[in-house]
């Protein structure tokens, strides 16, 4: 089994999937293969440090994270090289680089931002962009001459990829607007989510208490950063209908890819917490969609 996050920064695997992706690991340990993809290069995310430290502390810390979380970790480089910078906009030498990035590790299963079809939601744009450009490319990962002008290969020799379900993770920068298939408890596994997201300290001690959105003050020790994390998870509990005191991540299934079914979800992920309603609202749109 192999599965590959896409998101835009630095610590957003952390705060969406980590916990299930433990819990998977759990279940198949060395038949799980995890890859992360930040595609942005993060110098953007501080407001004392300059971009270059920023951008170099924030690789350090996913790396320190990655090692708790036992995934593999790389940052999305364009086709000339570059990591692409935060303002993301969906062009060409984005999509090749994403399509280049799922073809050559072709997963199982990727998980990547919510696209958000509210007009009054608020939204991050590097988050909203990632989101959009993998719906975009989903289709092309199968077309062997979609980017061979980017990365060039023998067009008269092409062997087929595999195409992956793809899913949507929470955003909490869509308060208000998300929406999910199904949760995650990954109460279980919280001390290791705190220790992950503890890794991101330029973030979580500094960044995020100045930019003002979390209403957060610093956390002094990892023991203070807990508390606040579960009021996180609590506030996204509150925000989603979702039974307290347990911590949930929640996902959507989108058709960009493989189309599963309901079957296949819950054979191969961690067990799915849905009410009656959900789960057979999510059997009749998956029948639907691999119907039509």
Not at 105 to 126: M, Q, R
Not at 215 to 221: E, H, K, N, T, V
Not at 260 to 283: G, N
């Amino acid at each position: 089994m192999k599965v590959l996050f896409l998101h835009a920064h630095f610590d957003d695997y952390e705060f969406t999937a980590a916990g299930t992706f433990a819990l998977w690991r759990q279940n198949l340990g060395p038949d799980l293969r995890t890859r992360l993809v930040v595609c942005t290069d993060g110098a953007a995310g501080h407001h004392f440090r300059t971009r270059e430290e920023t951008a170099r502390l924030r690789f350090t810390e996913q790396q320190a994270s990655a090692r708790i979380g036992g995934f593999e970790f790389d940052v999305l480089r364009l086709p000339d090289g570059r990591v692409p910078r935060e303002a993301l906009q969906i062009d060409i030498p984005l999509l090749a680089a994403l399509w280049k990035t799922i073809r050559d590790f072709e997963p199982d299963y990727i998980f990547c931002p919510p696209l958000s079809g509210d007009t009054l939601a608020g939204i991050h744009n590097d988050h909203e962009t990632i989101a959009g450009a993998v719906r975009r490319v989903a289709y092309l990962i199968n077309v062997p001459h979609a980017f061979t002008p980017e990365y060039a290969a023998d067009e008269t020799h092409s062997k087929p990829c595999k195409v992956p379900v793809i899913l949507s993770v929470y955003d909490g920068y869509m308060s208000g607007a998300n929406s999910f298939d199904f949760a995650v408890d990954v109460e279980s596994v919280f001390s290791q989510i705190a220790e992950m997201t503890w890794c991101h300290q330029s973030q979580i001690r500094e960044w995020l208490p100045w930019v003002g959105r979390h209403r957060m003050a610093p956390p002094a020790s990892l023991e203070e950063w807990m508390v606040t994390l579960r009021k996180r998870f609590d506030r996204g509990n509150r925000e989603l209908g979702l039974p307290g005191p347990h911590a949930h991540e929640v996902f959507k299934i989108t058709a960009w890819g493989e189309v599963p079914t309901l079957a296949q979800l819950e054979r191969d992920l961690p067990p799915l917490k849905q009410t009656p309603d959900q789960r057979a609202t999510l059997e009749a749109r998956l029948h639907r969609w691999n119907h039509e």
